[in-house]
């Protein structure tokens, strides 16, 4: 429950940037306030696993909304049969129809396909050729991370590995940063 945003967008990389920044923050910017403390160290496994939890937590207050209001929750493959009928085939290929007035189609996001220079699609491994979802998982801090695409997404998953140690080198196809983004806010980028 809570698709794309809690799942694998928003949620694990807010918890990502505000652990960074505060690494970041411990590292370099204490100093100026007067609070001398040696450089802090960083421990991936647990950052990673509090970014976990907070997910975790995020998806179970959705789920408790759900069934606070009565809500029925149908966990599958769901295709369109006919006019307001949806079957909902479980993973165990039990299927559900379910009929209804009104069908919202909310199906989250994808990472844009990657294309070589022959124009054939290059597969992200979610090792070494990572999505967005994959470089929320990343078990080390890279030396040298590129992003494709200087967008939102790709720009704080860029700050994340940035602050952790990463050299990060952003390639953006149009002629600025954040593209979509108000223009006084991409000049700044």
């Not at 694990?12 to 411990?26: G, R």
């Amino acid at each position: 429950l809570g698709g794309t945003c809690a799942n694998i967008g928003c949620i694990p990389s807010k918890a990502l940037l505000h652990a960074t920044e505060l690494f970041d923050e411990a590292g370099h910017g204490f100093a100026a306030f007067g609070i001398d403390i040696p450089a802090p160290k960083l421990n991936l496994a647990a950052m990673m696993k509090h970014k976990t939890d907070t997910v975790a937590s995020n998806v179970g207050g959705v789920a408790m909304l759900m069934k606070k209001n009565k809500v029925d929750v149908h966990t599958g493959t769901g295709t369109i049969i006919a006019a307001g009928k949806v079957e909902v085939a479980s993973e165990d290929g039990k299927k559900t129809t379910l009929e209804t007035k009104w069908i919202v189609i909310a199906t989250g996001s994808e990472a844009a396909q990657l294309r070589g220079g022959d124009g054939h699609p290059i597969a992200f491994d979610e090792k070494i050729i990572v999505s967005s979802t994959g470089a929320l998982e990343l078990d080390k801090v890279p030396s040298h991370l590129v992003v494709v695409g200087a967008g939102v997404i790709g720009l704080e998953l860029g700050s994340v590995w940035k602050r952790l140690g990463a050299k990060v080198t952003a390639i953006e196809f149009t002629d600025k940063c954040l593209g979509a983004t108000d223009t006084e806010v991409a000049r700044q980028f």
